[in-house]
């Protein structure tokens, strides 16, 4: 975890993610980004120079086959609480308004329904497993689908919520967590969305991974150009 580990604390002391007394809250859906930023962040707690609390927030979106159970093992083996909150947005998406776009208001109502639950307990920041990969298919969907220049900010504030979100894992890659996983044993737990693997995210993610094949160094320099981004407002 020592590469993991050393771009995740640049990662927060470059954007001041945490100050002492902070209620963390980390979005843990089961997948490999989130369940190896908890892992992280219970290592990091260890040695930082804040002080602060950590628990797990899972989001049941109702559907069958979805392992509660695996992700809230692993929380207990690296001694994590652990929360889970029931909702029936399956059911409002997919069989009610049977949407034939489903992840926007998916991902809204998810999002609206994690916020509902760090607030309930009174947490005051939100961390979320988004990487350097994530970041970059951000841009280029905004710029291909919305016509502007937009993507995954490092913190941002919440003003209805009065809720911090932050990403402390954006300087690392999709490889990285990948070799985390399998080096650490990690468990991972399948995605039963219908639509997973079958969205416009994941068009454009093996778009330019098709582009990095090509261009040696495209993604660093994408990434660079990110960070160095002020000027359009990308993350300030």
Not at 1 to 14: A, E, N, P
Not at 103 to 127: P, T
Not at 187 to 196: E, K
């Given at each position: ?14 954007f001041d993610m945490i100050q002492d007394g902070d209620r963390i809250g980390v979005g ?100 979320l497993g988004h990487h350097t990969d994530d970041a970059i298919d951000t841009l280029f ?96």
């Open positions: 975890m020592k590469k993991v580990l050393g771009l995740t604390r640049r990662c927060i002391q470059d843990l859906s089961g997948g490999k980004d989130s369940m190896v930023l908890l892992y992280a962040l219970k290592l990091y707690q260890n040695f930082s120079p804040e002080k602060f609390e950590l628990e797990a927030f899972t989001i049941d979106l109702g559907f069958d086959g979805f392992n509660i159970s695996q992700i809230e093992g692993y929380c207990k083996n690296i001694d994590i609480p652990f929360n889970v909150k029931k909702t029936n947005i399956k059911n409002i998406v997919f069989d009610v308004r049977k949407e034939k776009n489903p992840c926007s208001l998916c991902a809204n109502m998810r999002r609206g329904a994690l916020h509902n639950a760090l607030k309930e307990k009174d947490f005051n920041k939100l961390a969907l905004s710029m291909f689908y919305e016509g502007r220049i937009n993507t995954l900010s490092p913190k941002s504030f919440l003003t209805r919520k009065e809720l911090y979100v932050i990403r402390p894992f954006l300087y690392l890659s999709e490889k990285d967590i990948k070799s985390a996983i399998s080096k650490f044993k990690i468990p991972v737990v399948t995605n039963p969305c219908y639509v997973d693997k079958k969205t416009k995210r994941e068009e454009i993610h093996n778009l330019l991974e098709s582009i990095y094949a090509e261009i040696p160094g495209a993604r660093d320099k994408i990434f660079t150009a990110m960070k160095n981004g002020k000027e359009v407002n990308l993350w300030f």
